[in-house]
Nanobody, 128 residues
Framework: QVQLIESGGGLVQAGGSLRLSCEAF????????RGWFRQAPGKEREFVAA????????RYADSVKGRFTISRSNGANTHYLQMNSLQPGDTAVYYC?????????????????????WGQGTQVTVSS
């Protein structure tokens, strides 16, 4: 059974930082996409960040550019989201995702439809 297990969410004041982790079990995702999405109450799930298998194609939503950094450790079958300068508008449930065609590189990494596996979600709350 394939599982993505997230950790690192929580409550932080505006301007603070958090680091999310997403470890995969049951399948090796070293040649697949890894991404992060988020969903705030009453809104649709939106793209946050993604990177391809060898980290040569990294994409961010405009709202997080310069503040968030996505990375991956293929040896650990894990990817991360370092979030700095957090703002109340970043409050949401954050979901990690993995999958897509092997060695895929392209703008499709920003679409939920390309990912086969999802984490359970972790709450990030930023207070003003």
């Amino acid at each position: 059974q394939v599982q993505l297990i997230e950790s690192g969410g929580g409550l932080v004041q505006a301007g603070g930082s958090l680091r999310l982790s997403c470890e995969a079990f049951g399948r090796d995702f070293s040649i697949n996409l890894r991404g992060w999405f988020r969903q705030a109450p009453g809104k649709e799930r939106e793209f946050v960040a993604a990177l391809n298998w060898d980290s040569t194609d990294i994409r961010y939503a405009d709202s997080v550019k310069g503040r968030f950094t996505i990375s991956r450790s293929n040896g650990a079958n894990t990817h991360y989201l370092q979030m700095n300068s957090l703002q109340p508008g970043d409050t949401a449930v954050y979901y990690c995702a993995a999958g897509g065609p092997p060695y895929y590189t392209g703008s499709g990494s920003t679409r939920t439809s390309l990912y086969n596996y999802w984490g359970q979600g972790t709450q990030v709350t930023v207070s003003s």
